[in-house]
């Protein structure tokens, strides 16, 4: 993903101290060429930036759920509630949110004490981050970044030399 943004930003920066070149007849139109490409870069630019965005913090919550299930899970926590309240915290799910992904894996209410000694399990706690995630409708929005991306980045053209960057970023893309 990095790579992918790296070339998106190296596009656009070749882009912008590039000149077209063309005489002054042919300005015009090249110049509302370059105009729609380069918004067209900037949009899959602003696009991939959000995607990875998203990306980063559900990974950072899956990390902050394993973090949490293989070195902070403790059984001290005797009434439940403020052990699944130490592993919202370390995953950035609200407390409602892990408790309805639990209620729907188990199909029934639950107490927090029985939540708290199911989300000591490693994969349960995975199962409970993703799942949220998912509730929230986080992997839509960045599969939809990706589509906007993605078809920004077709209206690009290698028509002039100083899109040469462009070929290589798509290429990378499709």
Same mark, same amino acid.
């Given at each position: 993903?990095?790579?992918?943004?790296?070339?998106?930003?190296?596009?656009?920066?070749?882009?912008?101290?590039?000149?077209?070149?063309?005489? $002054?007849?042919?300005?015009?139109?090249?110049?509302?060429?370059?105009?729609? #490409? +380069?918004?067209?870069?900037? @949009?899959? =630019?602003? &696009?991939?930036?959000?995607?990875?965005?998203?990306?980063?913090?559900?990974?950072?919550?899956?990390?902050?759920?394993?973090?949490?299930?293989?070195?902070?899970?403790?059984?001290?926590?005797?009434?439940?509630?403020?052990?699944?309240?130490?592993?919202?915290?370390? $995953?950035?799910?609200?407390?409602?949110?892990?408790?309805?992904?639990?209620? #729907? +894996?188990?199909?029934?209410? @639950?107490? =927090?004490? &029985?939540?708290?000694?199911?989300?000591?399990?490693?994969?349960?706690?995975?199962?409970?981050?993703?799942?949220?995630?998912?509730?929230?409708?986080?992997?839509?929005?960045?599969?939809?970044?990706?589509?906007?991306?993605?078809?920004?980045?077709?209206?690009?053209?290698?028509?002039?030399?100083?899109?040469?960057?462009?070929?290589?970023?798509?290429?990378?893309?499709?």
């Amino acid at each position: 993903m990095k790579k992918l943004i790296s070339l998106v930003l190296a596009a656009i920066m070749i882009f912008s101290i590039c000149s077209c070149g063309a005489t $002054t007849g042919e300005q015009g139109t090249s110049k509302n060429q370059k105009e729609v #490409e +380069y918004a067209a870069a900037e @949009i899959a =630019y602003t &696009e991939l930036v959000k995607a990875e965005d998203l990306s980063v913090s559900i990974m950072d919550s899956i990390y902050g759920a394993w973090y949490f299930s293989i070195y902070k899970y403790d059984d001290d926590y005797v009434d439940g509630l403020s052990g699944v309240m130490a592993f919202s915290d370390a $995953t950035d799910i609200e407390v409602s949110e892990l408790m309805d992904v639990i209620k #729907e +894996y188990v199909g029934s209410d @639950i107490w =927090y004490k &029985e939540a708290w000694e199911m989300l000591e399990n490693l994969s349960f706690s995975m199962y409970v981050v993703n799942r949220a995630w998912e509730n929230r409708g986080e992997y839509e929005k960045i599969n939809e970044h990706l589509n906007l991306a993605k078809e920004s980045l077709k209206t690009l053209t290698n028509e002039h030399s100083d899109y040469t960057g462009y070929s290589v970023l798509k290429s990378t893309i499709f």
